[in-house]
């Protein structure tokens, strides 16, 4: 199985501005993804990242609003740019396990992110 | 779109049975994954089946009918740290599609 951290793991944050969320791994996996999840909701996919490419995002996200960088096998960062109160919510980092046994995904603790 | 229903609420008393079911669009699938999240928290990895059948460990067993697009969750001896959301997850090609989650409440 693999950890995974993410910082901050809390913050309050003003319209306009941007936060970067950072996720790191305790070892090398080929697929990362990050999720968006309002309370007492289930999970939405934002977008894959893997490796050596551009993230690939879901519908109804783009990269202008959530740039993706993942620079190594082991880490990610996600940017909430331009925040409004709408993108309030708890951001989840994620790893495919990469065993070879289920592909199941790991998940990191998340971040709350309020924006006022 | 890529559906995936699961009932949103459930509650059950404790030392109990209980049954998840969940339901998926079976284009593209390459298997079916459950999750347990905790209030707070985030989602823990419970079980996957990509065969049809049941996949029993411990306490917890999962059953996949790929034909039907079908799975179940069951929870055998229910202690009130079941108390959680159980989000159902589908690998539809590449994509991995999560269900809305269902609420359980383990009561006394």
């Known amino acids: 199985s693999a950890v995974i951290s993410q910082k901050p793991s809390r913050d309050i944050c003003q319209r306009g501005t941007s936060l970067t969320i950072q996720c790191q791994v305790d070892?090398?996996?080929?697929?990362m993804f990050w999720y968006r999840q309002q309370p007492g909701q289930s999970l939405t996919l934002i977008a894959t990242a893997n490796q050596g490419s551009e993230a690939t995002y879901e519908s109804g996200f783009v990269i202008d609003k959530f740039p993706i960088s993942r620079p190594n096998l082991t880490f990610s960062t996600l940017t909430v740019s331009n925040m409004s109160p709408e993108d309030s919510s708890i951001y989840l980092c994620s790893a495919e396990g990469g065993q070879g046994l289920y592909n199941e995904q790991f998940f990191g603790p998340g971040t709350r992110l309020t924006v006022l | 779109g890529q559906n995936i229903d699961q009932p949103t609420e459930m509650t059950a008393t404790e030392g109990a049975i209980v049954q998840i079911n969940c339901t998926y669009q079976?284009?593209?699938?390459?298997?079916l994954f459950w999750y347990q999240q905790h209030a707070g928290e985030a989602p823990t990895f419970l079980s996957y089946n990509v065969l049809d059948g049941l996949e029993e460990k411990g306490r917890f067993s999962s059953f996949l009918s790929r034909s039907k697009g079908y799975s179940y969750l069951l929870l055998k001896e229910l202690q009130m740290k079941d108390s959680a959301s159980y989000l159902c997850a589908a690998l539809l090609g590449q994509n991995f599609v999560f269900g809305p989650g269902t609420r359980l409440s383990v009561l006394p």
């Open positions: 070892s090398q996996v080929t697929m």
């Open positions: 079976t284009s593209g699938f390459n298997g």
